[in-house]
């Protein structure tokens, strides 16, 4: 994967933010993006609002990413503070650009904290296969049950997902990780494991755990989710997409 651009921001955004990016060519992109948001709690301790968290909503080129339909603004964030309780979340975006510029617009409400952005894009025999080896936040900070990844895929057909992480137990409890595929949890057949969370601790013991499927989703939007409890690992989540014509990487 080649590099497109990369920017350590480590700035709290309080209005409307623009980061502009230029595509040399057409193609499948990937783009990670690394933010914070505060709870209602948090902000009221430190005297900065009311009852109320901080929040990002996130569009690219005009068009919003959520994976809920509800017309609840809280509930479209993708960074929600309420949920985050401070803590770091990272999304991906994969994508067909065109070539050109285009922009990605956070929204927030009261300061949540936008950390940084990095953005790739496919090339050569391997562009109808999206790996990403994470290399921040991960292991997550640690807290209970919260969103620790989003992978949005927008106007492409998923074939095949293979995801490669591992847990282990710490003292009384345990690190787990939750794997969400278009709204639906993958369920864990492991014995004594927490059914919900595929990756479980107790029963990994620190030992990697591989989850394959072919999902074989057509073109449109699809989405991933990774929630956390504790510090699990994520080693490696690899996706092969089918390359309809249209999404096939052009050249100038």
Not at 155 to 173: P, R, T
Not at 192 to 219: I, M, R, T
Request: charged share 35%; aromatic share 10%.
């Amino acid at each position: 994967m080649r590099l497109v651009k990369e920017e350590k921001l480590n700035r709290e955004i309080k209005e409307t933010f623009d980061f502009v990016f230029e595509s040399a060519n057409k193609g499948i992109f990937l783009i990670e993006i690394l933010a914070s948001a505060k709870s209602w709690w948090q902000n009221l301790k430190g005297l900065r609002s009311f009852f109320k968290d901080d929040d990002i909503t996130l569009s690219l080129d005009s068009v919003e990413i959520f994976t809920s339909n509800s017309k609840d603004g809280d509930v479209r964030t993708i960074w929600n503070g309420n949920e985050l309780k401070s803590l770091s979340k990272t999304v991906l975006i994969a994508t067909k650009l065109d070539k050109g510029k285009h922009s990605l617009t956070f929204q927030p409400d009261k300061s949540p904290y936008l950390e940084s952005i990095r953005i790739t894009e496919l090339e050569g025999k391997d562009a109808d296969k999206i790996i990403y080896v994470p290399a921040t936040n991960n292991p997550p900070e640690k807290g209970d049950r919260r969103p620790w990844i989003s992978y949005f895929f927008l106007n492409l057909a998923v074939k095949e997902l293979s995801i490669l992480a591992k847990a282990n137990k710490e003292g009384g409890d345990d690190q787990d990780i939750k794997l969400i595929i278009d709204g639906k949890t993958e369920v864990s057949d492991e014995k004594n494991s927490h059914k919900d969370w595929f990756w479980c601790g107790k029963v990994l013991k620190g030992n990697e755990k591989e989850f394959k499927k072919e999902l074989n989703l057509d073109k449109g939007k699809h989405f991933i989710e990774f929630w956390a409890d504790k510090c699990p690992y994520l080693k490696k989540i690899e996706v092969s997409i089918a390359l309809l014509d249209d999404n096939i990487s052009e050249g100038n």
